[in-house]
C-alpha cells in the first residue's frame, strides 16, 4: 500500500487518505472500546438523579414539581458544556478535554452524594452537566476522525448503544443499591467510575491522529500513530504529514457559518432542536400518559424498557445506513417515527400491539437521533469538528427543555392522550424536512472546501 498522496513529494503522507484506505485494526478497535465504556458511565451519570429523584423527595420532603428545576439544571449545564468545550477541543485537543471533562463530571458526581439541600444538588448538576457535554461532543470527534470515512455513521452509532446500555443498566444498578444503601449510594459510583476511567483513559487513549496532522510541530507523535495504524506502510525517515483540509485562524464557531456552511448548520440545528423536543416529549410522559389511558403503572413502566430497547436496535441499523444513504436514510427514519408515535396513542386496546408498536418506534426515534448524532460527526473538517458537533448537541437541547414543558402544557389543556401522541409526532416530521433540505444542500456548502472526510 503506497502512503503517499499523488502530487506530493516522495516525503509527504496524506493521513486523511491513509485511513480511508485502512480497514478498522487493532488500534481503532480499542479507541472504540475505551469511547463505548466512557459513553456508557455517561448515559449512566445524565440518567442518575432521575432514578434518585423519588427517595430523594421524600428525604427532604419536596413537592413533585419543585424538583423539575434539578432535572432542567443537568440538561441546561449538558448545553453549556457542549457549546464551550466543543471548540476548545478544537484548540487544545479532543484528548485533553475528553479526560478533563470526565473527572469534572465525576468529581461533580460524587459530591452530589454529599448535598443536603435542593439548591445544593442543583448546583453540581449543573456542573455534571457541563462536564458531560464537554466530553460526549469530543470523544464523538475523537473517534470518528480514526473511523475510515465511509464507516463513521456505523462508529457513531456504536457509541450511543454504549450509552444507551449505560442508561439502560443504571436502573438496575439502582434498583439493587437503593433498598441497601441509600440515593447517595447511586453517586457514590455515579462519581468514582468515571473518575477512575478518567486516569485509565489518560494512558490507554490517544490524541486525534487528524488533530495532530493539522498541527506543526506534532509530526513525531503522528509517526508513531501511523506506525500502530498501518504497520506494512514504510515511512521514510523526515516524511511530512499532510491533511487535504486546512487549519482555519480563529474561532472554531464562525466557520460554522463561512465557505457556504451557514445553511448546512442551521438546517442541522433545527434538526436536533425538533428531534429532542419529540424525544424527550415522548419519554417524559410515555408511562403517565399510558397509566391515564388505563394501563396498569407496572407495564407502563415496561413500556419504556421497550422503548430504549427499540432504540438499541435502532441504533445498531441507523449507523450503517448513514453510511450507506447519507442524510436521506436519516429523514426517512424520522418520516417512519411520525406514524408510529401517533399510533401509541390508539394502539392501547391491545397490549401486545401497544409494546410492538413503541418498539418500532424506538427504533426510528432513538435510532434516526443516532443517525443525526452520526450525520453531525460528518458534516465539518478536522478543525471544527468537536464544535460543529458540540454546538449541534447543545443547541438540540433546548429541543430536550421545552419538550417536557410543552407536554405538560399539551396535559394541563385537557388535550385527548390520542392527540397528545399526535402533537409528539409533529417535531419528526419537522425534523425530517430539516434533514432532507441539508441532503439537498449543493456540495460546496455540505461540506467544507478541499476535506477529504
Known amino acids: 500500500m503506497s502512503a503517499v498522496a499523488a502530487g506530493e513529494p516522495e516525503a509527504a503522507i496524506d493521513v486523511g487518505r491513509l485511513l480511508d484506505g485502512l480497514a478498522p485494526g487493532a488500534l481503532q478497535r480499542r479507541i472504540l472500546f475505551w469511547s463505548c465504556l466512557l459513553m456508557a458511565v455517561e448515559g449512566y451519570d445524565m440518567q442518575v438523579v432521575a432514578y434518585g429523584a423519588p427517595a430523594?423527595?421524600?428525604?427532604?420532603?419536596?413537592?413533585?414539581?419543585a424538583f423539575a428545576v434539578v432535572f432542567a439544571a443537568g440538561l441546561f449545564g449538558y448545553l453549556l458544556g457542549a457549546l464551550v468545550l466543543g471548540p476548545v477541543g478544537d484548540r487544545l485537543g479532543r484528548k485533553k478535554v475528553v479526560v478533563g471533562s470526565t473527572l469534572l463530571f465525576g468529581a461533580a458526581?460524587?459530591?452530589?452524594?454529599?448535598?443536603?439541600?435542593?439548591?445544593?444538588l442543583l448546583g453540581l448538576r449543573l456542573v455534571t452537566g457541563v462536564g458531560l457535554g464537554g466530553s460526549i461532543a469530543n470523544i464523538i470527534a475523537l473517534a470518528a476522525e480514526y473511523a475510515p470515512a465511509r464507516r463513521r455513521g456505523t462508529t457513531v452509532a456504536l457509541l450511543f448503544v454504549g450509552y444507551t446500555i449505560g442508561s439502560a443498566l443504571g436502573g438496575l444498578l439502582a434498583a439493587a443499591l437503593l433498598p441497601r444503601f441509600g440515593w447517595p449510594a447511586l453517586f457514590v459510583f455515579g462519581g468514582s467510575a468515571p473518575v477512575l476511567l478518567a486516569l485509565l483513559l489518560a494512558g490507554a487513549l490517544p490524541e486525534s491522529i487528524r488533530y495532530l496532522a493539522l498541527r506543526t510541530g506534532r509530526s513525531g507523535e503522528v509517526a508513531a500513530l501511523v506506525a500502530r495504524l498501518a504497520p506494512a506502510v514504510e515511512v521514510p525517515a523526515g516524511s511530512r504529514f499532510v491533511l487535504r483540509e486546512a487549519a482555519r485562524a480563529g474561532l472554531p464557531v464562525r466557520h460554522l457559518f463561512t465557505e457556504g456552511r451557514a445553511a448546512m448548520t442551521l438546517s442541522i440545528w433545527l434538526a436536533f432542536v425538533a428531534s429532542f423536543l419529540g424525544h424527550h416529549f415522548l419519554t417524559s410522559w410515555l408511562p403517565t400518559?399510558?397509566?391515564s389511558s388505563g394501563l396498569p403503572l407496572t407495564d407502563a413502566v415496561v413500556a419504556g424498557a421497550f422503548l430504549q430497547g427499540g432504540g438499541t436496535?435502532?441504533?445498531?441499523?441507523?449507523?450503517?445506513?448513514?453510511?450507506?444513504?447519507?442524510a436521506v436514510a436519516v429523514a426517512a427514519t424520522f418520516v417512519a417515527a411520525a406514524?408510529?408515535?401517533a399510533l401509541i396513542g390508539i394502539a392501547g386496546g391491545s397490549e401486545a400491539l401497544l409494546m410492538a408498536v413503541i418498539f418500532a418506534g424506538g427504533i426510528c426515534v432513538i435510532g434516526g437521533q443516532i443517525g443525526l448524532n452520526g450525520l453531525a460527526a460528518t458534516l465539518y473538517d478536522t478543525d471544527m469538528r468537536a464544535t460543529g458537533a458540540g454546538w449541534a448537541l447543545?443547541?438540540?437541547?433546548?429541543g430536550a427543555i421545552?419538550?417536557?414543558?410543552?407536554?405538560?402544557?399539551?396535559?394541563?389543556?385537557?388535550?385527548?392522550?390520542a392527540w397528545l401522541y399526535c402533537?409528539?409526532?409533529?417535531?419528526?416530521?419537522?425534523?425530517?424536512?430539516?434533514?432532507?433540505?441539508?441532503?439537498?444542500?449543493?456540495?460546496?456548502?455540505?461540506?467544507?472546501?478541499?476535506?477529504?472526510?
Not at 419528526?428 to 477529504?452: E, Q, T, W
Request: glycine fraction near 14%.
Open 109 to 120: 458526581t460524587l459530591l452530589c452524594a454529599l448535598a443536603a439541600s435542593r439548591g445544593e
Open 289 to 291: 400518559l399510558l397509566e
Open 423 to 453: 402533537c409528539a409526532a409533529i417535531p419528526f416530521l419537522l425534523c425530517a424536512a430539516a434533514v432532507l433540505a441539508l441532503s439537498r444542500l449543493p456540495p460546496a456548502a455540505g461540506k467544507s472546501a478541499g476535506a477529504n472526510g
Open 394 to 398: 447543545g443547541v438540540g437541547r433546548v
Open 402 to 417: 421545552l419538550g417536557p414543558v410543552l407536554g405538560g402544557l399539551l396535559l394541563a389543556a385537557g388535550l385527548p392522550v
Open 313 to 326: 436496535v435502532g441504533c445498531l441499523a441507523c449507523g450503517p445506513l448513514l453510511d450507506r444513504r447519507g
Open 56 to 65: 430523594i423527595i421524600k428525604a427532604w420532603g419536596l413537592d413533585k414539581p
Open 339 to 341: 406514524p408510529l408515535v
